[in-house]
């Protein structure tokens, strides 16, 4: 895991250029379009990330690992209404698409002045942009819980390797 790329991430400067190069545009353009845009819709609108994982007593990072099998529902579910719009946009409509997702699609569009292929791709980003973060908490979770295994077990062996120094200090010293 890269911890720096995590770290980086939750940075708003790394958040937009994640987008950017996920999206294939200048990260000031889509500074521009995602304020332009917002909310976008990136996490429900009742929840508080940081509030939340407080109140469940776990960290961010383990509340974001826990959040990732929703996530992930919820983001093929956003990206099948995403492609469903985006099948209007080519004249392949298959299935009609959400009129939320037209509706916010168009309006960010219309305040930026970008076309709705762009908007698309900036809330492929987005989507991209959760699942990135949520299994990067899963590794870094992971990789701290391993880290506290060995010093846990670290720790054990010294108790026992002191334990045992004077078990035979002990037995040295009877007759």
Avoid at 10 to 28: C, D, I, V
Avoid at 57 to 78: H, N, R, S, W
Avoid at 112 to 140: F, M, N, P, W
Wanted: charged share 20%; proline share 6%; with cysteine.
């Amino acid at each position: 895991m890269n911890a720096t790329e995590l770290s980086e991430l939750l940075t708003p400067s790394g958040f937009f250029r994640f987008l950017a190069h996920q999206a294939k545009l200048a990260p000031e353009e889509v500074k521009r379009i995602y304020l332009l845009g917002t909310p976008w819709g990136l996490w429900p609108p009742d929840l508080d990330l940081g509030h939340e994982a407080a109140a469940a007593g776990v960290g961010l990072f383990t509340y974001l690992a826990a959040l990732q099998p929703l996530i992930d529902m919820d983001t093929k579910e956003k990206e099948t209404q995403l492609a469903a719009y985006e099948a209007t946009l080519t004249g392949g409509e298959i299935t009609p698409p959400i009129p939320a997702v037209r509706a916010h699609v168009e309006k960010v569009a219309a305040l930026s002045g970008k076309d709705e292929e762009t908007i698309c791709r900036l809330l492929h980003a987005l989507y991209t942009y959760r699942q990135r973060v949520c299994q990067l908490s899963i590794q870094k979770v992971s990789e701290s819980s391993r880290h506290r295994m060995e010093q846990n077990q670290a720790a054990s062996n010294a108790k026992l390797q002191r334990a045992l120094v004077v078990e035979t200090e002990q037995h040295k010293g009877l007759p």
